[in-house]
């Protein structure tokens, strides 16, 4: 691509989630300044992980980056030896991360992107050895099914990242008969998202479920995951994963 095309792709809106080196100093503009230490907290957060589930190494995994955007989480597992697939449901992002792989070269025999909704998605059981499942979980307005068909294909672990509510005390329910009640620690928050149409990092239905950290480790649990443990954040975390608004879990099968 000419040094005029990479200028054209990096700047014509709408601006980027990711900032990528296009070679001759032409970089990708964040549509958020806050962005980069986002994904610098959850590199520092899920690489370790990562080395720690499979002390093997990545090179030649099998791995699925749900809703990967402009995929900059599938080029960082590609970057470690693995095989990568990454989806999204909107064609732009994915425009985007084959733009991106087509200018730095990445193997297409072991990174591909593709437009899908994960909803819809066909894969056979344990068709993937680790599944990244990050910023999705509270765009969806069927989270449970989306981490039902994150545990049928997943063959090893899947890494959760998702904004979090702050209830923290259990919420009351009556229960079936007058003066009986549930006590629920975990919860979902119903959010209408108001943009759908013209934000790319959104939804791409009306209604949302925002979970608390006790509901993602319910939910994950009840999809079947056998284990779930949550990543602490490192002292200089973006401040939303140190405030719990935020949070990234690992759930192994
Ligand atoms: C907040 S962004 C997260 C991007 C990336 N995973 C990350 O965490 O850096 C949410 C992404 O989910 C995508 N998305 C929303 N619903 C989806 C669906 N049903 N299937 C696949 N992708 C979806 C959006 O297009 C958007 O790129």
């Not at 991360?97 to 344990?126: S, T």
């Amino acid at each position: 691509m000419t040094r005029e095309e990479r200028l054209q792709l990096a700047h014509t809106p709408p601006a980027w989630m990711y900032e990528f080196d296009l070679g001759d100093g032409i970089r990708t503009p964040l549509l958020s300044p806050e962005l980069r230490r986002i994904h610098r907290t959850r590199q520092d957060m899920i690489l370790p992980a990562l080395e720690q589930s499979f002390p093997e190494g990545l090179a030649r995994l099998d791995c699925l980056d749900v809703a990967c955007n402009e995929g900059y989480f599938s080029f960082l597992l590609h970057s470690k030896g693995a095989r990568v697939k990454g989806i999204d449901v909107r064609p732009l992002n994915i425009e985007r991360a084959r733009a991106v792989q087509r200018i730095q070269g990445q193997d297409p025999g072991r990174l591909a992107f593709a437009v899908e909704d994960f909803l819809a998605n066909q894969d056979p059981p344990d068709r993937y050895d680790l599944t990244l499942f990050l910023g999705l979980l509270y765009h969806l307005e069927n989270p449970m099914g989306a981490l039902r068909i994150l545990h049928r294909i997943t063959r090893r672990m899947c890494v959760v990242e998702s904004q979090l509510t702050r209830q923290q005390a259990p919420l009351v329910s009556g229960w079936g008969e007058t003066g009986r009640f549930l006590e629920l620690p975990a919860s979902l928050a119903v959010y209408r998202e108001p943009d759908t149409e013209e934000n790319r990092l959104a939804a791409h239905r009306g209604l949302s479920f925002i979970p608390n950290a006790a509901a993602v480790r319910e939910m994950l649990s009840a999809a079947g995951f056998s284990k779930v443990e949550p990543v602490a954040p490192p002292a200089d975390a973006n401040p939303q994963y140190l405030a719990g608004d935020r949070a990234v879990f690992l759930a192994f099968k």
